[in-house]
């Protein structure tokens, strides 16, 4: 009983796959941007390593109250800011947005993710797994929009989205990223900043004939994670 209690225990305080990674590349980056401006001051690196390794503590402590904490952060700073960048035509970080459909209201409701777009499928990786908003209102209606830079313009693409529960968010991350230096960013965001990922993928329609005859969610969820391209674990 007490190996159990002790190997429950280790367990718990074990950190999620990849936030130790994650973690240990934000600080370098932190600190390489501070060491690339000449007479730069120590004190930004020093708080930034100081949240990172918060975050890290917080998400072994308490995972739950870490996803409180940064989607309050995210949803009255950091998405906003980002919603109007994109909006006229600014986009620093190369982010997309996600338009889905409010579970309760019905009234569409839009989030920045992570540009993910590979051919015809997008894919998130959502950092707050199935606590995040916009994945529960992927499960309740797939019907979505993703605003897109195609040329020198933005277009909203619809598209049908599944949640993919059992597919490999780092492996599925590692592929998307694929050497992008953006797409490289925002992944370490993402570590830092989740608790429990997961993958959401998407399956454009470029010429807008999705509709209400497409396969239920949970179909898409055991079906989309085969499709595409393979995954190594």
Known sequence: M???????????LTPPRGLVAG?????????????????????????????YLALLALTVANPRLKV???RTVQRWTINPVMRALVAIGLNPLGLAILETRGRRS??????????????????????HGLR??????????????VRLRVGLRYRWIPGIAAVLVDDDALARQRHIVAWHPLRALNAINVRVLGADLVVVHVRLDWFGKSDGAVKS????ESTEARKDVPVNN
């Not at 240990?24 to 100081?50: H, R």
């Not at 995040?132 to 929009?145: C, E, I, L, T």
């Not at 969610?217 to 898409?220: G, M, P, Q, S």
């Open 2 to 12: 007490d190996q159990y209690k002790r190997m429950g225990l280790f367990n718990r």
């Open 23 to 51: 973690t240990v590349a934000a600080i370098a980056v932190a600190w390489t941007v501070s060491a690339l401006e000449p007479g730069s001051s120590s004190t930004a690196p020093i708080v930034q390593s100081a949240i």
């Open 68 to 70: 409180k904490v940064v």
């Open 106 to 127: 019905g009234l569409p409701r839009r989030t920045p993710v992570g540009n993910g777009r590979k051919g015809e499928s997008f894919w998130i990786i959502a950092e």
């Open 132 to 145: 995040a908003g916009y994945v529960q209102n992927v499960r309740a209606d797939p019907h979505v929009r």
């Open 217 to 220: 969610t949970r179909t898409l």
